[in-house]
Structures are given as structure tokens and as C-alpha cells.
């Protein structure tokens, strides 16, 4: 995007400077004509360049965009003191922050450790078809510029801190849940209950999300854009981590603060912010007539996939993965136990995997525990020989103490090929490598280097790990379980944050990613290299399989279309791991299925015949599917419409569907309804149009509600819209090809 060129300081100090009286928020009240008129703005003032329109009208300002062709008109009142801004479409309000408090405003910043908040307009000006603002502030002394650029379906905010002579670490402002509806978007979440392990608020509103460490490189696939019922959506323009909260403790507010901003370009050279530099905030609100057009904004500036980087046969059936069953205590022996039983049950899938626990240390990148594993290309080989592909677990972090030392560290510290710490050397001695946060670390003296994808002789030398690995003994694929930059250590030569995500996204894109994807390091931008992305581990109950589903729901309708609910079952990590239900694996099994991607990790064999002919049927179900699957795929890389997504996407006057968890759309003509609960009935939300209800072979016609829908563990709810260009290929894969006719009853 082009620079946002903000107002000229002295256009903003036209106005005649108004008497502050008392401290804080006590202040002369101006209306918005005289904030008008002693800025040189008419009553109706329009530029040459821009159809919008800006009037005073009583204690507000208007900025008025026309409706146009594809978009629907808007209006943005700004609320002159206490300031505060309204977003409204067609006579509706559709998005509003909050007041003028230190802590509840529509622009607040925090600056030595104290929150500031800004009060009321003091000046106001209309030119180069934007508004630029000037507004007091709690903080003595301290001002901000604002700024509003309108465009067909959307504008433009730009706000500064000017005047604060010391650091300030964050910026940002909150908005009224309630004047939007419910909210959407971010991806993974934590929240005060549980999330993201067994807990994600589906819509988001309905949680309380309480996220601090919400970057481009933390641990969580997430991005910083939100969108609402009311069809407004929000994206803030950094690299910078985000602390968002949305409806803690009930307070009814959504708040989006930028930690430690300098700018939104990413010109910092790292390490913390120097005093007295200007703080900026950039984001942008779309205002749309729908949810999913809203979506479709943000995937124009983030982009659509380029590619799948899951290829098609991996699609079609699981990639199992051991994690679930045995964690660090794997052995050789254990896994190929693993494998062949699940060979030997007859469940399908493409590959098999080794996680963590095959190397001594963080990351050895080595078979280096010979009494664990004395042969590991036999090993290999022997899954070969079942038919399956081999996957392997590896990490870009290195343990520099504890029981995971990697062996590796001294020799990456001495060459430089860890990732080092701002300031002075850490207090290991010489040692410059920066102390990096991962799960993995231990305690904070063993917490791990990172090597530096940056320095091109690091990123060599780890190539040569990986590709060495992969020659000598036959691997097939990997999973990166890893970031690829911690923000908190130096940058090599100048690079940006920018061009550490472009770097590190490049280096994994060029391997075989076994159909999972890697969970780190999402952003606006990552939609393009077409990962296939999963949700974090889940605990093995309800909670978690809930909180998978809507994990994958809601990193679909970020732009990411090639998602999983993560390992079917969970993988809680705990030791020794808990198991989940056998009600709670099948159905785990039975939702992924209506994913683009499934996931094995519990082996179902521990469980009885029932379980494992199940869960085979569960497989089946996704690869009957898969025609139609791979049709989405096609479609998602062409457009970047997601292929799991919400009713509302395409019924957007559907209210209910707005509330609704525990059902998604696969593609548009599939409806899922899978159990996710312990529970022999549910309710089933069927919306506008006819559709075929498989289990019970009758027509449905929506909009309508299916109170007490009769379910037995082997029932899996799912409805075919009548009517499409796809209704045939799923009635043949899922009805025995008896097709629907006339005669067909109704439910």
C-alpha cells in the first residue's frame, strides 16, 4: 500500500486553541460547526477527487461515503466530546467505539506505565478527500493527529501521539460489542477459559478472549482482522504483537491495542522503542452488506492462496501421526507397533509420523539415541513397505541446557547462526545468542537459540540438516514444529520483520509438509503460500473437540481454506497422556471428516471393534467426499473462498445461523451438522432452500429447525442442497447414487 499522507501541522493548528479548564477530561465543550468554521470547512465542503462528503451537524462531524456499484454507502459520524466514532450504513448503525476513558476510549495509548486517553476534538479539517482531526488528550501536554480516509467500501484511520516525551508502549482504542453483533475473525484465541486447549468462543463475542501475544510470529495461527454480524470488519496495519481482549469479564468491549509501535511500516531496528518517538496506529474498517463480503475485502489485501501446498492424495485420506499415543517415550519398536496395527485395521492413510522424542536434544537433527531407536532406516523402510509415506517431526529451536540440550548449541552460538539478543551478551558468559520462549524450553536457563533464517550461512546449514536427514534415510515429509523469529532478538543486516516472515515462509515451502501444515507465523500475507493449517492441541474431551471445530471454522474465515481440527482425539501432552472417550474419538472423527484435511494421531485399535470400525467409516465418508473435496480446493485457490465456513457466508439473512457452533457449510452445497457433544439427540438448523437429509433419506425444506434430531454413535448429520451444479456428485457419493426425485419424501 502507498504511504497514508498524514495532515500538515500547521493545517491542524488553523483553528483558534480552546481554553482547557481543570485537569484530565475537563474541558471547554466546542460544537461541530464552530470546529468547522474555525478550521475554513463549510457547512457541505466536497473535494474535486473524492465523491465523499464532510458536513458539521450539531455536536458531531460527518463524513458521508455514497453508495456506489458493489458497495453499499456509509456514513462515519464523529462524536466531537467526549470523541467517539460511529460507522453507520443505511440508517444502521453497523460499528462504535466506546467513551473517553483511560482505560474504555476510542483512541487510548499508554506512556511510562500509564494509560491516556483522547477527550474531544479541537480542531477539524477536510482536504485531499480525508479528515484530519486534532484531539486532546488526558495526557498534559500530548496530542494526536487523526486522520479518515473514505473509500467505495471501506476507509482508512491514521492516529499519532504527538508531544509525549516518553515511551510509549502501546496504542490502540476499544469498540462496543453491541453495535456490531456478533464478532468473528483473529483465529486462534486464548481466553480466561481455557482457550486455545479447550476453549475457543464461537462467535467471539460470546467468550472472553483475553490475547496479549496476538504476531506475526507467536506460537498461534491468528491474523489482525475481525469481522462482525453487522457486515463491518477490521484490519490494524503491523507487525507489531497485538493485545486483544473481547468481552472479558463481560465488559462488552472489544479492545485492540499495538504493544511497543513505532510505526506500522516496521522501520524499528528492534529491540525496545526509543523515547519520545511519534507512536502511530493504522487500521483499516470495512463496511460491506455482508459478513462474507467483508471477507473478501481483507482477502484482496492479504491475497488468496497461490497454490495448495497439500497435494491431492493427501487430501483424500489421514496423515497419522503418533503424538497422541506416544509422545516422548517413543521407541522404534513402539512405533512401528504403532503403524503396522493401524495397517492391520485396515485405516487408511497416506502417512505416518515420528514427533518429537526420536533426537537427544532440541534440535539435534540427528537419530542420536541409539537405545531408543538402533536402526531408524529400517525402521523407515518397514513403514515404506506398508504402503505409507514416512513423516518426521523436527524444530528450528536449540535447547542450551537441561534434560533436551541439543548437542548442536555451542557449535551454532560460536558461528553465529542463532538468532542474538539486542543488548548486551547474555549472562552465559560470552555466549550473544538470544534467550528465545518456546514450549519446548524448560526452565528460563535452558530456554532455546533459534537459528537465524536471516543469515543466509544459518539457513545453509540448516537446509544441509534437514536435507541430509531426509537422503540418508528415506523421509518422505516434515512437520516444523517451530517460529520462525522471535521479535524480541536482533535482526540480521537490516532485515525487517517482513522480511523475516517472507524468508522463513520460503525456506518451509520448498519441503513436503505431509498434508499438516505448520501452526506458526500466520499473517496478513501468509494466506498466499497455501499451507495447509491446523488448530494447537486440544485436550481429549468434549471441551476440546469443541473448541477444534470452531479453531478450524475460524482460521477458515481468515483466509486460510486448507484447515484440520488438529489430532483427532487431542493431544493434551500430559504424562502420562490421557485418553479420550471412545465417544469422544469417534465423533472427533466423524467432525474432521467434514474437513478439508484429516488428522490420525490416538490409535483407534486400543479401543474395541466398534471404535475402529467407526472411525474407518469416518475415513471412507472423507474420501467419498474427496471429488467434491478436491472441486473446493480448486475453487479456494482460484478465489480464496473458504471451503469450511459458517451458514451466514451464504444465508447472511439468516440470524440464527449467526449463533450457531456445532454446524459449518462444506463448500455450498453440503451441510454438516456432526455431534459434538455426549448427547443421542441434537438440533440441526437447516437453512433456505431443499435439501436431502442423508441419514434419513427425505427432504428438508429450510429455513427451519430439527428439534431433537435422533443421533446413535455411528450417525454423522449431513444435508445435500438440491439444486446445484454439485448436488448429483455428493448424492452418488453419499445416498448409494438412488438420486432424489419427485417422489422423494419429506421429512
Known amino acids: 500500500m502507498r504511504p497514508h499522507r498524514s495532515a500538515n501541522r500547521s493545517d491542524l493548528l488553523r483553528a483558534a486553541p480552546l481554553r482547557v479548564v481543570g485537569v484530565g477530561l475537563a474541558a471547554l465543550s466546542m ?92 480542531s477539524a479539517r477536510w482536504h485531499d478527500g480525508q479528515v484530519s482531526l486534532r484531539l486532546a488528550t488526558t495526557d498534559p501536554g500530548a496530542t494526536v493527529t487523526y486522520t479518515i480516509k473514505p473509500r467505495a467500501d471501506r476507509y482508512r484511520v491514521h492516529w499519532q501521539v504527538n508531544g509525549e516525551p516518553r515511551v510509549v508502549s502501546s496504542v490502540g482504542g476499544e469498540y462496543a460489542l453491541a453495535s456490531a453483533g456478533a464478532w468473528y475473525g483473529e483465529g486462534i484465541v486464548e481466553t480466561d477459559k481455557g482457550g486455545p486447549y479447550e476453549n475457543q468462543p464461537w462467535p467471539l463475542s460470546s467468550g472472553d478472549v483475553n490475547d496479549n501475544e496476538v504476531g506475526p510470529f507467536s506460537y498461534f495461527v491468528h491474523n489482525p482482522f475481525w469481522f462482525t454480524q453487522s457486515a463491518a470488519g477490521i484490519w490494524v496495519d503491523t507487525m507489531k504483537v497485538m493485545n486483544v481482549q473481547i468481552n472479558v469479564g463481560g465488559s462488552g468491549r472489544a479492545s485492540l491495542l499495538v504493544t511497543n509501535s513505532t510505526s506500522s511500516n516496521d522501520s524499528d531496528p528492534g529491540g525496545p522503542p526509543a523515547v519520545g518517538q511519534s507512536r502511530r496506529y493504522d487500521a483499516t474498517v470495512f463496511v460491506e452488506s455482508t459478513p462474507r463480503a467483508v471477507y473478501e475485502d481483507y482477502i484482496g489485501i492479504a491475497g488468496k492462496p497461490q497454490k495448495s501446498d497439500t497435494l491431492p492424495y493427501q487430501y483424500r485420506t489421514p496423515m497419522w501421526n503418533d503424538w497422541g499415543d506416544l509422545q516422548l517415550g517413543v521407541t522404534q519398536a513402539s512405533f512401528l507397533h504403532y503403524a503396522k496395527t493401524l495397517h492391520d485395521a485396515h485405516l487408511p492413510g497416506h502417512t505416518v509420523e515420528l514427533d518429537d522424542g526420536w533426537a537427544a536434544g532440541y534440535a539435534d537433527h540427528a537419530f542420536n539415541q541409539p537405545d531408543k531407536f538402533p536402526d531408524p532406516k529400517a525402521m523407515i523402510d518397514k513403514v515404506h513397505a506398508m504402503g505409507y509415506h514416512f513423516g518426521l517431526w523436527d524444530t528450528f529451536y536449540d535447547n542450551r541446557n537441561g534434560d533436551r540440550a541439543s548437542v548442536l548449541w555451542p557449535y551454532l552460538d560460536k558461528q553465529g547462526y542463532l538468532l542474538k539478543a539486542v543488548s548486551n551478551p547474555i549472562p552465559f558468559g560470552t555466549h550473544t545468542s538470544c534467550q528465545t520462549t518456546w514450549f519446548g524450553g524448560g526452565s528460563p536457563s535452558d530456554h532455546p537459540g533459534l537459528v537465524d533464517l536471516g543469515n543466509p550461512a544459518a539457513r545453509a546449514w540448516l537446509k544441509k540438516q534437514i536435507d541430509t536427514l531426509a537422503k540418508r534415510y528415506g523421509i518422505d515429509g516434515w512437520k516444523f514444529d517451530t517460529q520462525i523469529y522471535d521479535p524480541k532478538c536482533q535482526r540480521y543486516d537490516g532485515l525487517s520483520k517482513r522480511d523475516y516472515l517472507r524468508i522463513g515462509l520460503n525456506f518451509i515451502d520448498q519441503y513436503n509438509l505431509t498434508g499438516q501444515g505448520m501452526i506458526t507465523s500466520a499473517w496478513t500475507g501468509t494466506q498466499r503460500y497455501g499451507f495447509a493449517t491446523d488448530a494447537i492441541d486440544k485436550s481429549t474431551n468434549w471441551d476440546g473437540l469443541r473448541a477444534a471445530a470452531h479453531q478450524a471454522l475460524s482460521i477458515s474465515t481468515i483466509g486460510y481454506p486448507f484447515t484440520e481440527m488438529d489430532m483427532i482425539g487431542g493431544s493434551d501432552g500430559s504424562n502420562p497422556p490421557k485418553s479420550p472417550s471412545k465417544a469422544v474419538l ?25 471404535t475402529v470400525d467407526l472411525y474407518r467409516a469416518a475415513i471412507h465418508l472423507h474420501e467419498r467426499l474427496w471429488p467434491y473435496l478436491m472441486r473446493q480446493v480448486d475453487r479456494a485457490v482460484a478465489s480464496g473462498e473458504p471451503i469450511m465456513k459458517p451458514i451466514f457466508f451464504d444465508y447472511p439473512n439468516d440470524q440464527r445461523s449467526y449463533t450457531i457452533s456445532d454446524e459449518w457449510l462444506f463448500g455450498d452445497s453440503l451441510l454438516a451438522a456432526p455431534v459434538l457433544a455426549n448427547a443421542t439427540s441434537r438440533s440441526v438448523h437447516v437453512p433456505a432452500g431443499r435439501w436431502y437429509d442423508v441419514m434419513n433419506k427425505c427432504v428438508v425444506s429450510g429455513r427451519t429447525n430439527l428439534g431433537h434430531y435422533p443421533v446413535s454413535l455411528a450417525d454423522v448429520p449431513m444435508f445435500v442442497k438440491l439444486g446445484t451444479p454439485e448436488t448429483g456428485m455428493l448424492l452418488k457419493a453419499l445416498a448409494n447414487g438412488t438420486g432424489v426425485s419427485n417422489r422423494t419424501p419429506q421429512c
Open 31 to 122: 460544537t461541530s460547526a464552530a470546529l468547522a468554521q474555525a478550521s475554513g470547512v463549510p457547512a457541505h465542503a466536497q473535494t474535486s477527487n473524492s465523491s465523499a462528503r464532510f458536513a458539521a451537524a450539531h455536536s458531531s462531524l460527518v463524513l458521508t461515503q455514497p453508495a456506489s456499484q458493489g458497495a453499499p454507502g456509509y456514513r462515519v459520524v464523529v462524536h466531537t466530546n467526549p470523541f467517539q466514532v460511529t460507522t453507520v450504513r443505511s440508517g444502521h448503525r453497523v460499528l462504535a467505539t466506546t467513551g473517553a476513558r483511560a482505560t474504555d476510549a476510542a483512541v487510548r495509548f499508554v506512556a511510562g506505565g500509564k494509560a491516556y486517553a483522547a477527550t474531544h476534538v479541537t
Open 586 to 610: 469417534v465423533r472427533w472423527a466423524q467432525a474432521e471428516a467434514l474437513t478439508p484435511l484429516m488428522m490420525g494421531s490416538v490409535n483407534p485399535t486400543r479401543y474395541d471393534k466398534q
